[in-house]
């Protein structure tokens, strides 16, 4: 995704500036080549030195520097994406002004690359009406701005509006600037993720052993391609996806209750999760002692989410469901995208070693209705998430 891109990384003066060698590093590592430009203030709060050892790149801080008389019209003209992280409420003033009397405001004004900022001051700061209205401007003008965010700031623990977002936020928005314009785009996404859970009695619980990671890996792909997107999960240990709306849910009826809700407003339905198919007939509403030395359950299947779904599918609805498989994993798939009226399934095979649950790999085969059959080999599941989102713009033209 990186390989091969261009990034100017500006950097001002404040002290989330160290964040930024770790978004510099995190950069430099997936291939791209990072030119570091330190304002005057930055220089105050961390070295040139650091950056240059991570970037393996020189790195320039003044107009005046010897052999740098146009390097703020080739820093712009070259970039794929320029990233200012942190930006203070005093670059975003001088920025939407169009002021340009240093290296780093001067490359601003002459990039015909997209701008991502990411704020980072003080509360008070942040609140003031003309931080807004530069923030405003510059956002009419094109610019992209993620955060800041709550937390603790320089000032002290509490929490307060105007950190800097994270390296790894930052990361995801400036891939979704960069590549967030292709089919997807303003497409809204509707997608399953995790296991279900259900009662036996206030403590036990009936689930499986679904870890989450492929439908989050799929969220926030979908939405790093420029689509809109919730999520609605189970109960799972998965961050949050960044950008993306997420509805947490315990039950199967609860995730089926909440995909009905969104499917009449969505273009993509992705159902990645494994919800419960049986819970127990009858939940006890007080633990079952282990003294009484046993019991026996009986159980009722539970709704099919998708066919659940048949009678409110609308026709610019792309349906793409799951199959965990096992003995003839595709023949099982192709004949469930057939019974559940499927635009494109993603098969499993559940025997394969490093694929399905529990495990950050997998392997699949993607099929759809027209005949199409991709096989994706074993590989990280970020990856697989890609290749299903590869088929499905393939799929919707």
């Known amino acids: 995704m990186w390989q091969g891109r261009r990034v100017v990384l500006g950097v001002t003066g404040g002290i989330a500036a160290y964040k930024s060698v770790h978004l510099a590093r995190a950069l430099s590592v997936r291939g791209a080549t990072v030119d570091v430009v330190l304002s005057h203030g930055a220089t105050r709060f961390i070295g040139v030195a650091t950056f240059e050892a991570v970037t393996r790149r020189r790195v320039v801080t003044s107009l005046w520097e010897p052999g740098t008389a146009l390097e703020h019209v080739t820093l712009g003209e070259q970039a794929d994406l320029i990233i200012v992280a942190p930006a203070t409420a005093h670059l975003l003033a001088r920025a939407a002004q169009g002021m340009a009397d240093d290296l780093l405001s001067a490359t601003l004004l002459a990039a015909r690359a997209p701008v991502l900022v990411a704020p980072a001051m003080n509360d008070e700061m ?9 923030l405003a401007h510059l956002r009419e003008r ?9 937390g603790p700031l320089a000032e002290g623990p509490a929490d307060r ?11 995801a928005h400036a891939e979704r600037v960069l590549y967030g314009e292709g089919p997807l785009q303003h497409a809204k996404v ?6 279900t859970r259900e009662a036996i009695d206030p403590v036990r619980v009936v689930t499986n052993r679904s870890s989450g990671r492929m439908g989050h890996a799929l969220a926030e792909a979908a939405w790093r391609r420029g689509a809109e997107v919730t999520l609605v999960t189970g109960p799972t240990g998965e961050p949050p996806p960044h950008g993306v709306t997420v509805l947490r849910v315990e039950t199967t009826s609860e995730m089926a209750a909440a995909v009905r809700r969104h499917l009449p407003s969505s273009d993509v339905l992705i159902m990645a999760a494994a919800p419960a198919d049986y819970r127990p007939v009858t939940s006890r509403d007080t633990k079952l002692p282990r003294s009484e030395g046993g019991f026996t359950l009986a159980f009722e299947a539970t709704d099919d989410i998708l066919l659940g779904t048949l009678a409110e599918r ?17 023949a099982k798939g192709r004949a469930k995208l057939r019974r559940k009226q499927l635009d494109m399934i993603v098969v499993n095979d559940a ?15 993607i ?13 990280d599941k970020a990856l697989v998430a890609e290749a299903i989102l590869d088929a499905i713009e393939a799929y919707r033209g």
Do not use: C, K, Y
């Not at 099929?367 to 590989?379: A, C, F, K, Y």
């Open 314 to 330: 609308h026709p610019r609805l792309t349906t793409v469901g799951f199959a965990l498989e096992t003995g003839d994993a595709v």
């Open 161 to 171: 509006p105007g950190r800097m977002s994270e390296p790894e936020a930052i990361l």
């Open 126 to 134: 942040f609140a003031q009406s003309a931080t807004a209205a530069n």
């Open 190 to 195: 509707l997608v399953t993720a995790g296991p």
């Open 367 to 379: 099929l759809d209705v027209h005949g199409v059959e991709t096989r994706v080999s074993l590989r």
């Open 351 to 365: 025997l394969e070693p490093g694929a399905g649950f529990e495990v950050p790999t997998n392997a699949v085969t």
């Open 142 to 150: 094109g610019w992209h701005v993620v955060g800041p965010v709550v």
